[in-house]
């Protein structure tokens, strides 16, 4: 595996086990990076919002402040830096609610430290992170960087999954989009969990976006899946 020598790039390690940050950090400086370290979530996002790095490693269990609110909140910051979540879990959600809040690579434990150095080379070819394009349909507005939802002038507060699922019907406006598309755009195709998740989903979605402003935008259409329209209509 080909490395490139990163030549005095800056990394910020956010990452509570000492040893390991520490092997780490001595282990990317052999191929280049100067590293600085951070051994809680609030001092890596302070680090992170006022630094100027090139890349941010984020462990997701972190203390004071776990590894998804530090990347919430720099991205909030609307701090594009790339960012690779680094962490013993493995499960799917977990990385994908990582990639929903602005990851942009995921790493598991134990890793060799090639691998995580490719994969941080990677990061720095890709061109840099732009601020993602607000989404408007009909009065109903989604910030992907703020993780905020509003319907006109209210905001409505949303799971992750929920704002995933609502992201993935605004990024295809007055489009039938089946169960199976949702399951493998927004769970994983290898979903084992109950079959009906995507209506229950919607369900919940349709309480928090739709009822309490008295209009009907997230159509079922039947047999084929649903529909987020922009001209909703009221409830009858």
Same mark, same amino acid.
Not at 2 to 13: K, N, P, Y
Not at 120 to 129: E, F, N, T, V, Y
Not at 186 to 203: C, I, M, R
């Given at each position: 595996?080909?490395?490139?020598? /990163?030549?005095? *790039?800056?990394?910020?390690?956010i990452e509570d @086990?000492?040893?390991?940050? $520490?092997?780490?950090? #001595? ?20 680090? /992170?919002?006022q630094g100027d ?14 590894? =998804? &609110? ?5 991205? +909030?910051?609307?701090?594009?830096? %790339? ?8 499960? #799917? =959600?977990?990385?994908?609610? +990582?990639? @929903?809040?602005? /990851? &942009? ?11 995580? +150095? ?5 990061? *720095? ?13 009909? &009065? $109903? ?20 999954? @929920? ?21 493998? @755009? ?5 979903? %084992? ?10 369900? =919940? ?8 402003f008295g209009v *009907? ?17 009221? $409830?009858?």
């Open positions: 595996m080909t490395v490139c020598h /990163a030549g005095g *790039m800056r990394c910020l390690i @086990e000492g040893s390991l940050a $520490l092997a780490t950090g #001595e282990a990317l400086k052999e191929y280049g990076w100067v590293v600085d370290l951070a051994h809680d979530g609030r001092t890596g996002l302070n680090r /992170a919002v790095y090139d890349v941010v490693i984020i462990d997701i269990m972190l203390p004071v402040l776990n590894g =998804y &609110d530090v990347l919430r909140q720099l991205r +909030a910051s609307e701090v594009w830096t %790339p960012v690779l979540m680094l962490t013993a879990k493995d499960g #799917e =959600y977990d990385q994908t609610d +990582a990639f @929903e809040l602005g /990851a &942009d690579d995921y790493v598991t434990k134990p890793f060799h430290t090639s691998v995580l +150095a490719a994969r941080l080379s990677a990061l *720095m070819r890709r061109s840099p992170k732009e601020r993602p394009t607000r989404l408007i349909v009909g &009065d $109903l507005t989604l910030d992907p960087s703020t993780h905020r939802v509003h319907r006109g002038g209210t905001e409505v507060t949303l799971t992750t999954r @929920e704002f995933a699922l609502l992201q993935h019907f605004m990024r295809h406006p007055d489009q039938v989009i089946s169960k199976g598309v949702l399951l493998e @755009e927004v769970w994983d195709s290898n979903y %084992p969990g109950a079959d009906n998740v995507v209506e229950v989903y919607v369900g =919940y979605l349709r309480k928090k976006i739709d009822a309490p *009907m935008s997230l159509e079922t259409v039947r047999g084929r899946g649903y529909r987020l329209v922009a001209d909703a209509a009221p $409830l009858g």
